[in-house]
């Protein structure tokens, strides 16, 4: 029963790819998070939603396009992979947009362009 | 321009004794501090937070301590145990951003606990 989980665990694609992330959280939450892990380990907010609405957009190429079906999912479509891509994403959640409530992590996807 | 700074890359300790994990933050609009652990191949958990009207903020074997009029916070650990050899993430946040609260992290300190 794990609260944040994300699919797949691995990917590893050509360049000029397209794909797709899934994360699904079971804790309730109303807010979700895409982040990107780069090679320097430096952990950046991509997009977060709340009650499905997006919130949070930042200076990401709009070949990345976040997706919210519904308050326990957040996927994360790619189109025309880059190598500079290539990094670990992670989804997270938590109860309230403006809240201090602390965000839950997936144990990441991580993203190889070849 | 990284607003939050983790200047030790790393740290290494001796089991039960003390771990101190120092942050520095330009933001002075920073209000709200978090501190998550990550272990290899998963996603980071959260550790204990502090709020900027606070100096102190304890959770068992874990204390933050904050520092506004240096931007500086640390979290001890003691006595410091092998299970706690992980990275370990400052985040801070300005919670009157409106919706735009988003975290900003330092990029970790690794802790090594020697048995």
């Known amino acids: 029963d794990t609260a944040v989980s994300q699919t797949p665990k691995y990917l590893v694609t050509q360049m000029g790819n397209d794909k797709s992330i899934k994360c699904e959280q079971n804790l309730g939450h109303d807010t979700m998070y895409w982040y990107k892990q780069d090679s320097k380990k430096f952990l950046k907010i991509m997009f977060s939603y709340n009650n499905k609405e997006l919130i949070i957009n930042e200076t990401v190429p709009n070949r990345f396009s976040p997706k919210s079906p519904d308050k326990a999912h957040l996927n994360l479509h790619i189109n025309s992979l880059e190598l500079g891509d290539s990094a670990v994403y992670f989804c997270?959640?938590?109860?309230?947009?403006?809240?201090?409530?602390?965000?839950?992590f997936g144990d990441g996807t991580r993203l190889s362009i070849l | 321009d990284q607003q939050v700074k983790q200047n030790s890359p790393s740290l290494s300790v001796q089991e039960g004794r003390i771990s101190i994990l120092n942050c520095d933050y330009t933001?002075?609009?920073?209000?709200?501090f978090l501190w998550y652990k990550k272990y290899p191949a998963e996603g980071p958990t959260f550790l204990i937070s502090?709020?900027?009207i606070k100096d102190k903020n304890e959770d068992g074997r874990f204390t933050v301590f904050l520092n506004k009029s240096a931007k500086h916070l640390s979290l001890h650990i003691v006595p410091s145990q092998p299970g706690d050899s992980a990275v370990y993430f400052c985040?801070?946040?300005?919670?009157?951003?409106?919706?735009?609260?988003?975290?900003?992290w330092g990029l970790g300190t690794s802790l090594a606990v020697n048995p």
């Open positions: 933001n002075s609009m920073f209000d709200y």
């Open positions: 985040a801070a946040r300005n919670s009157n951003a409106g919706n735009n609260r988003k975290l900003i």
């Open positions: 997270a959640s938590s109860q309230g947009a403006i809240s201090n409530q602390p965000q839950h």
């Open positions: 502090i709020s900027s």
